[in-house]
């Protein structure tokens, strides 16, 4: 069974830029999750999707951050305009049930 | 709310030691608790999970325990390895799908 996929795996931008970081859940997966991790920190929740509907997002900027989950399937989460403390992964994850399985991650550097 | 602490924050030991990684939470109110690795660079791996209703998990030289009542597990790695270096998380399951983590155990096995 093919994991989680993200890209790209890093991206350096200039603060102010915009970023797009993509994810594709495990075949079936009916939730989506989008974590921030820190440096020296646990991931934290940013959103929660359940199908194509937003279960969370009590934790995303939404002045700057969106996220979508067209068709139920992939993912996309967007930064704009990004600032400096928006350096971190971004790490995406799905589930059937109560077991998260996590993607590789995106690493993003904001000078 | 729900607060994850994992002790020690670092930790350094010689090839072949057993030790005990700590974590505790808050709200004994949860689904289940898990134990992930995370390598430098990489997203996460799942080590453990258990159930609310269970005690303990093992998976070769990895035992997990967990006691609800007292908000505590443990992570015990029997005869350690170079190649367990790395940093390790908890992370409970809280109502009604929330994953919250601590900060970490990072781990280093010299030769």
């Known amino acids: 069974e093919a994991g989680v996929a993200q890209s790209p795996r890093y991206k350096i931008i200039e603060k102010r830029q915009s970023v797009a970081f993509w994810c594709n859940p495990i075949s079936g997966h009916a939730t989506l999750y989008w974590y921030q991790q820190i440096l020296g920190q646990g991931p934290k929740l940013l959103i929660q999707f359940q199908n194509n509907g937003v279960v969370d997002d009590s934790q995303l900027p939404k002045d700057r951050f969106s996220a979508e989950r067209l068709k139920g399937v992939d993912s996309t989460l967007k930064i704009q305009p990004a600032k400096l403390e928006d350096s971190a992964v971004y790490l995406c994850a799905s589930s059937t049930h109560y077991e998260q399985y996590f993607g590789p991650g995106t690493r993003l550097t904001v000078t | 709310k729900q607060e994850v602490t994992q002790i020690p924050a670092a930790l350094s030991v010689p090839e072949g030691e057993n030790l005990v990684l700590n974590c505790s939470f808050t709200d004994s109110a949860i689904y289940n608790l898990q134990w992930f690795r995370q390598d430098p660079g990489k997203g996460l791996t799942s080590l453990l999970l258990?159930?609310?209703?269970?005690r303990e998990q093992t998976s070769g030289r990895l035992n997990a325990s967990l006691d609800k009542s007292s908000g505590r597990s443990t992570l015990y790695i029997a005869a350690s390895q170079p190649g367990d270096s790395a940093t390790y998380l908890c992370?409970?399951?809280?109502?009604?799908?929330?994953?919250?983590f601590g900060t970490g155990t990072r781990l280093q096995v010299f030769p």
């Open positions: 258990i159930q609310s209703s269970q």
């Open positions: 992370a409970v399951l809280d109502p009604p799908n929330k994953l919250i």
